[in-house]
């Protein structure tokens, strides 16, 4: 399409892990950086290369690109400079000795289903079979003595086979070679496979810089450690959406403004060190805003924001007169709430849960068919006015649910969008360069992405109780300044760890809806946080970072790691 007005189309993928590293020891508890990094990282990039005509915007949250590139370093250290690996399960696909002790042995082996079962192991007859040789295993400890260290070292093998992106999957004559060869893996097999895995981790950051240095991409961010700063600025807040929530003890968090602020420094600066230039917009972690926050934003000179389409509803239906919200092109605008601050643009979120939740169960020409049908209807609808429609999702955790990592899928998504001859992929600073219509914003209802409130991050008993532990931890911390005890290096390292504390992923998890699992690793790693944060400021953990206080019991769709964008019956 043209430059000429009509309808904008943003496909906008946010990349985001929260820190799984125990900033004291080095350890990383969780693998889900690097397995994301190798398998969905990849990917999208490829895409985005492979169609010349594609746009898109990418954001990354700055806790995730440090992570990356560290696992990048460990790889590089480990085959070049005789350092350990500090991911335990990394480290196994290459240790000669592989755990011997019964539980560690079927830690490893969970670890190693910790994948979708229909489209990753069930699609490789040799991953599939390890599996369905293992699992009767798994109920009896004293039985794994029969497992041999082959079995085991093939197993690893396939899980990190599993977790590495089809367009490398479908180029890479090592991988081909890997998947015929089936089983029986040498040492050197586990060692090349590993250094398949730190080139893509080392080159995936420079992939996205090379895209929008080309103008395909634009590339924005987060605030550091993905926090909900709406909450940090003021808690009261989540009454905008949710007037009769039950709210944690704590009543403001202390200092909110200040640790707030930090995260969007930390952020920009981040960014700034791995893409070299300044973000042009923000994803506020979660999509979560409010009027505060939107002001913050405009201070540090971002240009637009975006959040959840319920957010929109509620802003114009609590605006005088609230029957903007009744326009049937209100979600296809930008926002701007004053002068000075960003404008916001609003996910779509039925056309964005589309592809988060039904389109994995289509066939990827006919899923397509159906959302540009979708985007055409908008287009007739409002002829060629200036308009935007803004799909926004993680860009993660949908394609494991997809045939082939949902390689055809959004591989025709981009051709079929790229080609359309009414529709112009897009990215929302371009969308604002070209004037797509920008309507003034009377009022803003604070709420994020999910349910238009911030009830996925507080309100729920466990969840108010991590906002107690949190303020807790930040009292010491203050205490701790003031005092001046520490010195500069031990004042930074406070600071990072206090702000992995701050992060939203732990509230997330926290809720019996939600997977046991998930919960379990999660919750064990707030508390791991918290407690190293005590450590770092010379102070005793309180006891109750000894005790469990979140369980899971729920089975969510898509395991918990997405939601829809409205609350659903």
């Known amino acids: 399409m043209s430059d000429e007005a009509g309808l904008r189309v943003v496909l906008?993928?946010?990349?985001?892990?929260?820190?799984?590293?125990?900033?004291?020891?080095?350890?990383?508890?969780?693998?889900?950086?690097?397995l994301h990094a190798t398998k969905d990282y990849v990917d999208m990039a490829a895409h985005l290369e492979a169609v010349p005509d594609a746009r898109a915007v990418v954001n990354f949250a700055p806790v995730l690109l440090e992570q990356i590139d560290d696992y990048a370093a460990q790889?590089?250290?480990?085959?070049?400079?005789?350092?350990?690996?500090?991911?335990?399960?990394?480290?196994?696909?290459?240790?000669?000795?592989?755990?011997?002790?019964?539980?560690?042995?079927?830690?490893?082996?969970?670890?190693?289903?910790?994948?979708?079962r229909e489209r990753v192991i069930d699609r490789f007859p040799a991953y599939q079979r390890l599996v369905q040789l293992v699992e009767p295993f798994r109920d009896n400890l004293s039985d794994l003595i029969y497992i041999s260290d082959q079995f085991l070292a093939d197993l690893v093998f396939w899980y990190h086979l599993g977790w590495i992106g089809e367009t490398v999957r479908r180029n890479d004559l090592r991988m081909q070679r890997w998947q015929e060869q089936g089983s029986n893996f040498a040492l050197h097999d586990r060692r090349e496979l590993l250094v398949l895995i730190g080139d893509l981790l080392a080159g995936v950051i420079d992939r996205y810089a090379r895209l929008a240095d080309a103008g395909r991409v634009e590339l924005s961010v987060s605030p550091y450690a993905h926090p909900i700063i709406p909450l940090m600025l003021d808690m009261q807040s989540a009454r905008e959406a949710m007037p009769d929530v039950q709210l944690p003890e704590l009543e403001f968090y202390q200092g909110g403004e200040e640790r707030a602020r930090w995260h969007i420094r930390e952020g920009l600066n981040i960014f700034e060190r791995y893409f070299g230039c300044k973000p042009l917009g923000c994803w506020p972690a979660e999509g979560s805003v409010s009027a505060a926050t939107l002001e913050l934003l405009g201070e540090y000179g971002f240009r637009w924001a975006a959040t959840g389409e319920t957010v929109l509803h509620n802003s114009l239906a609590a605006a005088p007169g609230g029957a903007a919200g009744a326009a049937p092109d209100a979600l296809f605008k930008?926002?701007?709430?004053?002068?000075?601050?960003?404008?916001?643009?609003?996910?779509?979120?039925?056309?964005?849960?589309?592809?988060?939740?039904?389109?994995?169960?289509?066939h990827a020409d006919d899923a397509v068919a159906n959302?540009?049908?979708?985007?055409?209807?908008?287009?007739?609808?409002?002829?060629?006015?200036?308009?935007?429609?803004?799909?926004?999702?993680?860009?993660?955790?949908?394609?494991?649910?997809?045939?082939?990592?949902?390689?055809?899928?959004l591989r025709a998504l981009y051709e079929k969008l790229a080609a359309h001859p009414r529709l112009k992929l897009s990215t929302f600073a371009e969308c604002l360069d070209q004037g797509v219509a920008v309507a003034p914003?009377?009022?803003?209802?604070?709420?994020?992405?999910?349910?238009?409130?911030?009830?996925?991050?507080?309100?729920?008993?466990?969840?108010?109780?991590?906002?107690?532990?949190?303020?807790?931890?930040?009292?010491?911390?203050?205490?701790?300044?003031?005092?001046g005890t520490l010195d500069s290096d031990q004042i930074a390292?406070?600071?990072?760890?206090?702000?992995?504390?701050?992060?939203?992923?732990?509230?997330?998890?926290?809720?019996d809806y939600n997977p046991a699992d998930s919960v379990s690793d999660f919750e064990s790693l707030y508390r791991m946080h918290l407690g190293n944060l005590y450590q770092l400021l010379g102070l005793e953990p309180p006891e109750y970072l000894a005790h469990t206080f979140a369980r899971g019991s729920g089975r969510p769709a898509m395991g918990g790691v997405m939601r829809h964008g409205q609350a659903r019956d």
């Open 441 to 483: 914003l009377e009022t803003l209802v604070s709420g994020s992405w999910v349910y238009g409130s911030f009830s996925t991050w507080v309100g729920d008993r466990d969840k108010n109780r991590g906002w107690d532990m949190l303020g807790d931890a930040k009292r010491a911390f203050d205490r701790a300044i003031a005092a």
């Open 12 to 34: 906008c993928w946010h990349m985001h892990q929260p820190q799984y590293c125990d900033l004291i020891s080095g350890e990383y508890k969780l693998p889900w950086s690097y």
């Open 334 to 362: 930008g926002y701007r709430l004053s002068d000075t601050g960003p404008v916001c643009f609003f996910r779509d979120d039925n056309l964005s849960d589309e592809i988060g939740f039904s389109y994995s169960g289509w």
């Open 371 to 409: 959302f540009v049908h979708h985007l055409e209807n908008i287009a007739t609808s409002h002829g060629r006015r200036d308009l935007a429609v803004a799909i926004v999702l993680d860009g993660e955790n949908a394609w494991e649910h997809y045939p082939d990592n949902g390689y055809h899928f």
């Open 493 to 511: 390292a406070a600071q990072l760890q206090l702000s992995v504390c701050e992060g939203s992923d732990w509230f997330w998890w926290f809720g």
């Open 75 to 116: 790889v590089r250290g480990y085959l070049h400079e005789h350092k350990a690996l500090r991911d335990p399960l990394l480290a196994a696909l290459v240790e000669p000795v592989l755990p011997a002790h019964p539980e560690r042995r079927l830690e490893l082996i969970n670890n190693c289903l910790r994948v979708n």
